[in-house]
C-alpha cells in the first residue's frame, strides 16, 4: 500500500474515531434538548455524567485529524479551508460555544437560573455542530470542493458548495446517527431500569429515523453525488459491504429490541463506522473528488514516514492511555444485570 | 477593513484569547499536584481543598483552552491556506506531535477531574502528574511549530516551491531553544504569580487565612524561580534575534541605524517618518552589550532593509519595553521573595511583599502578550521570515471582517464568563472555619518557613 494511502487511511481512522465517540458526546446534548417526560432531569443527570470524563478526549480525535491532514495532505487542508470557510466557522462557533457551555453547566452553581441556560446552549450547540459537520462531508463527497467548473462570484464560490440539498441531507443524517449512538450508548449506561428503557426507545426511534435519513441521502445522491451514487452501487466492494452495514444495523436494532445492550453499543458503532468507511472507499483514490487525488494531494515522502513514526509512536502512549480512560469511567460491571 | 488586516486581526485575538488559557493549562496543573502531593504528605485537608480547587480551575480553563485551540487549529487554514499549503509538510510535525500531548493531556484530565475516589490515591497524583507533563509538552511543541516561521529552515526554495523537505531540520530551527525556554518559563511565572498575586490581595485584609497562605506558598513556588530564570532565557533570545532575526531587534530597540556600540534605548516613542526615537533614555553601548556580549558589537539597525519590509515599530518596541520592565519587576519581587523566605520571615505579614505581589496579578499575562506581539509583529511583513509575505498567505475569501467581529464577540463573552466562574468557585475564601485552627498565630515564621524554603 503507498505511504500515502496509509496515512489517509490513518485519518479516515482518526475521524471514524471522532463518529462513533466524540460524535456520541453531541448525541448526547441533542437527547438533553429533547429531554421530557417525569424523568427529564435525571436523563440529563446521565448524559451529563457520561459526557463529562471522556468528551475532551473524544474531541482531540478530531484535533489529530486535522494535524494530520495539514500535515500529509496540504493542499486538501487548504481547499477546505478556503471553499468550506463558512460551514467550518460555524462548526467552530458550535465547538467553541458546545465545550464552554458544557463546562460552565457543570460548574455553574448548581439548581442555580444559570445552570438551566447553559444546559439550553450546550444542548443547542450539540444539535447544530453534527448538522454543519455532516454538511462539510456532504459537500466533499458530492464533489463541489473540487478546482474544476468554478465560476466566480461569492455565492458560487464560497456558498453554493455547501448549501445543498444533498450536503444538507448529509448533515440530517449525522445529526441522526450521533443521536442514535448516543441513545445506544446511554442505554448501556443507565443505572436504572426506568432510564434504560428511556434510551431504549429513543434508541430504537432514532434507528428507523437512520435508515430513513440514508434513504433520503442515497436519493439525493442519485443528482448530488455522482461518485458516491456510483461507488455505492456498482463498485465491487458495494455489495458485500452494503450487506455488512445492514446486518450491524439490524443487530444494533435486534439486540435493543431483546435487550441485549452491550451487543447493540457494539453493532450500533460497527454500523456507523461502516457507513463511513462507504463513503471512503466510493470516492478512494481522490481525497477531494472530483480532481485531488491522495497521490497528488500529498507531502514529501520525508514528511510522510516521520507522520507515519510519529503515529507508530504516539499510538504507543494513546491507546493504553485510552483503554485506561475507558476502563476506569465505562465499567459495564456497574450496570444493571441485563434481562428482558 | 481591508481583509487582510481583518484575517490577522482574527487570528491576533484569536491568539491572544487561547494563550491564556494554554499558558494556564500548563502551570495550573503542576499546582493542583502540588496541592495534592502536600494532602498526602501531611494529611492537612486545606491541601485537598486546594488541590479540588485548583483541578477546577483547570477544568474550567482547559475545556475554554480546548475549544478556542481548535478554533486555531481549523484557522490556519480558513485565514492563511497559502501558508498552510506551503509550511504543512515541512512543520506539521510539531502540531503532529503536539496532537499526541494533547490528547494524553485530555485523558489524564478527565480521569485526574472525575476520578477521586475511582482509583487510588498514588494513580491519581500521577494522572495529575501525566496532565501537568503533557500539558508543558503540547506548549513546547506549539512553540517550536512558531520558531519555525520565525528561523525556517528544513528546505530549498526551488521556483517558490519547497524542495528535500526535512521535518526534523525544520524543527531543530535555530530559534526554538531559546523561544520554548522562554514560553514555557514565562507560562509558570505568570500563572504562578497571578493565583500568587490574587491570594496575596486576599491575605492583605485577613493575613491569618491559612487557606491563602498555603496557595500562596505553592503559586510562589511555581511562579519564583521561573520569574528568577526568564531574564538569563530574555538574554538568550536577545542574542538569538541579534543574530538571526536583526529586523526584529531592530523594531524591538526601535534602533533605526546600524552601528557599532548601539545603545539601549529605555522607553521613548518610535517616530518612523524621521527615523528617530524621541523622549527615550539611552544607556550607551548597553544594546551591543546585551545583544552580542561585546560593547562595541555592530547592530544592525532598520536601515539595513527598505521601509518597505518593516514591522510596526512603535508597536513592536512599546510591546518589547513593557514585556522587559514586567520580567524584570517580577524577577525583582521573586528575588525579594526568596530572600525573606530564606530569613524565614512570615510572608503573609509582609504588607509590602503582598502589595507587591498583589500588583503582579496581572502583570505575568500582560507580558506573555506582549512578548508575543514582539515576536509576530517584529516578524511582520512576512509570516514566514524571509520566504512568505503575509500578505501573500491570506484566503482570497472576501467578507473577512464578518468572521474577524463574530470571533472577537464570542470571545469577550467567553472571557467575561470564565474570569465570574473563577470568581465565584476558585477564588472566594472558604465559607468553614475550620481552617483557622490549621494556623497557628506565633507559629508563622515555623510554619512558613517548612513550606517555602
Known amino acids: 500500500m503507498p505511504l500515502a494511502d496509509l496515512l489517509a487511511g490513518n485519518i479516515f481512522v482518526a475521524l471514524n474515531a471522532y463518529a462513533v465517540l466524540g460524535g456520541a458526546d453531541f448525541g448526547g446534548g441533542v437527547w438533553d434538548l429533547l429531554a421530557l417526560g417525569p424523568r427529564k432531569q435525571r436523563q440529563r443527570e446521565l448524559i451529563a455524567e457520561a459526557i463529562g470524563p471522556v468528551w475532551e478526549a473524544n474531541h482531540v480525535w478530531l484535533i489529530l485529524a486535522i494535524v494530520l491532514l495539514f500535515t500529509c495532505f496540504p493542499p486538501a487542508f487548504a481547499r477546505l479551508g478556503t471553499l468550506l470557510h463558512i460551514p467550518l466557522s460555524l462548526v467552530l462557533i458550535g465547538i467553541v460555544l458546545r465545550g464552554s457551555a458544557f463546562t460552565f453547566w457543570r460548574y455553574g452553581s448548581p439548581g442555580g437560573e444559570d445552570e438551566h441556560r447553559w444546559g439550553a446552549v450546550f444542548a443547542i450547540a450539540s444539535l447544530i455542530t453534527p448538522l454543519l459537520l455532516g454538511t462539510t462531508a456532504g459537500a466533499i463527497a458530492s464533489g463541489a470542493v473540487g478546482d474544476v467548473g468554478r465560476g466566480d462570484g461569492f455565492y458560487t464560490i464560497y456558498v453554493a458548495p455547501w448549501l445543498n440539498p444533498f450536503p444538507l441531507s448529509v448533515g440530517l443524517f449525522a445529526l441522526i446517527a450521533f443521536a442514535f449512538l448516543a441513545a445506544v450508548y446511554l442505554s448501556v449506561e443507565a443505572r436504572e431500569r426506568e432510564l434504560q428503557e428511556d434510551f431504549r426507545r429513543r434508541a430504537l426511534a432514532s434507528g428507523v429515523a437512520l435508515f430513513l435519513g440514508a434513504g433520503v441521502a442515497l436519493l439525493l445522491s442519485l443528482n448530488g453525488a455522482p461518485r458516491v451514487r456510483d461507488g455505492l452501487i456498482f463498485a465491487a466492494w458495494a455489495a458485500p459491504l452494503h450487506l455488512l452495514t445492514a446486518a450491524a444495523a439490524i443487530t444494533a436494532l435486534a439486540a435493543l429490541w431483546v435487550r441485549r445492550w452491550r451487543v447493540a453499543r457494539v453493532a450500533a458503532a460497527t454500523q456507523v463506522s461502516l457507513i463511513l468507511w462507504g463513503w471512503a472507499l466510493s470516492q478512494y483514490p481522490y481525497i477531494l473528488p472530483p480532481d485531488l487525488s491522495i497521490a497528488r494531494a500529498a507531502a514529501p515522502t520525508a514528511t510522510l514516514r516521520l507522520a507515519l513514526g510519529a503515529l507508530a509512536v504516539g499510538t504507543v502512549v494513546l491507546l493504553p492511555s485510552l483503554y485506561y480512560l475507558f476502563r476506569v469511567f465505562k465499567r459495564s460491571d456497574r450496570h444493571l444485570p441485563t434481562d428482558a | ?453
Open chain 2, 1 to 453: 477593513m481591508p481583509d487582510l488586516l481583518a484575517a490577522r486581526s482574527q487570528m491576533a485575538v484569536s491568539l491572544a484569547f487561547h494563550i491564556v488559557f494554554a499558558v494556564i493549562g500548563i502551570a495550573m496543573p503542576l499546582m493542583m499536584v502540588l496541592a495534592e502531593r502536600r494532602w498526602q504528605v501531611t494529611g492537612h485537608g486545606i491541601y485537598l481543598d486546594l488541590a479540588k480547587r485548583w483541578a477546577k480551575g483547570t477544568a474550567i480553563l482547559f475545556a475554554v483552552g480546548a475549544v478556542s485551540g481548535t478554533v486555531l487549529s481549523f484557522e490556519l487554514g480558513l485565514l492563511w491556506p497559502r501558508f498552510m499549503e506551503f509550511a504543512g509538510p515541512i512543520i506539521g510535525m510539531p502540531f503532529s506531535l503536539e496532537g499526541f500531548a494533547f490528547f494524553t493531556e485530555a485523558i489524564f484530565l478527565g480521569i485526574y477531574l472525575y476520578g477521586w475516589d475511582r482509583i487510588s490515591s498514588r494513580a491519581h497524583l500521577w494522572a495529575g502528574v501525566a496532565v501537568s507533563a503533557s500539558g508543558a509538552a503540547s506548549g513546547v511543541f506549539v512553540v517550536i511549530a512558531n520558531a519555525w516561521m520565525n528561523a525556517p529552515t528544513g528546505f530549498e526554495l526551488v521556483n517558490g516551491q519547497a524542495v528535500n523537505v526535512d521535518p526534523i531540520a525544520a524543527m531543530a530551527n535555530a530559534a526554538a531553544v531559546s523561544q520554548t525556554l522562554h514560553m514555557t518559563l514565562a507560562a509558570y511565572a505568570a500563572t504562578g504569580f497571578a493565583v500568587a498575586g490574587i491570594h496575596a490581595f486576599l491575605l492583605l485584609r485577613d493575613p491569618a487565612n491559612a487557606f491563602h497562605r498555603r496557595a500562596l506558598e505553592i503559586a510562589l513556588i511555581v511562579g519564583a524561580p521561573a520569574a528568577v530564570l526568564q531574564p538569563v532565557s530574555g538574554d538568550l533570545s536577545a542574542r538569538h534575534i541579534a543574530a538571526h532575526q536583526p529586523v526584529k531587534l531592530a523594531a524591538a530597540e526601535a534602533l533605526f541605524r546600524t552601528q557599532a556600540g548601539a545603545p539601549l534605548s529605555l522607553g521613548g516613542w518610535p517616530d518612523v517618518a524621521a527615523r528617530e526615537t524621541r523622549f527615550a533614555v539611552e544607556i550607551p553601548y548597553a544594546l551591543s552589550l546585551l545583544a552580542f556580549h561585546d560593547p562595541h558589537a555592530v547592530v544592525q539597525g532598520l536601515d539595513q532593509v527598505p521601509p518597505s519590509e518593516w514591522p510596526n515599530v512603535p508597536a513592536a518596541h512599546l510591546s518589547f519595553q513593557i514585556m522587559v520592565a514586567v520580567g524584570t519587576y517580577l524577577a525583582l519581587v521573586a528575588l525579594w521573595t526568596g530572600w525573606l523566605a530564606w530569613r524565614r520571615a512570615d510572608l503573609a505579614h509582609n504588607r509590602w511583599l503582598m502589595r507587591a505581589i498583589a500588583l503582579a496579578t496581572p502583570l505575568g499575562f500582560v507580558a506573555v502578550e506582549a512578548g508575543w506581539m514582539v515576536t509576530e509583529l517584529g516578524r511582520q511583513p512576512w509570516v514566514i521570515y524571509g520566504v512568505l509575505k503575509t500578505r501573500d498567505a491570506v484566503t482570497p475569501m472576501p467578507g473577512l471582517v464578518v468572521p474577524f467581529v463574530t470571533f472577537t464577540l464570542l470571545y469577550c463573552l467567553l472571557g467575561v464568563i470564565v474570569v465570574w466562574l473563577l470568581y465565584r468557585h476558585i477564588i472566594r475564601s472558604p465559607a468553614g472555619p475550620e481552617w483557622r485552627r490549621f494556623y497557628m498565630p506565633g507559629s508563622g515564621k515555623r510554619e512558613t518557613g517548612n513550606e517555602v524554603a
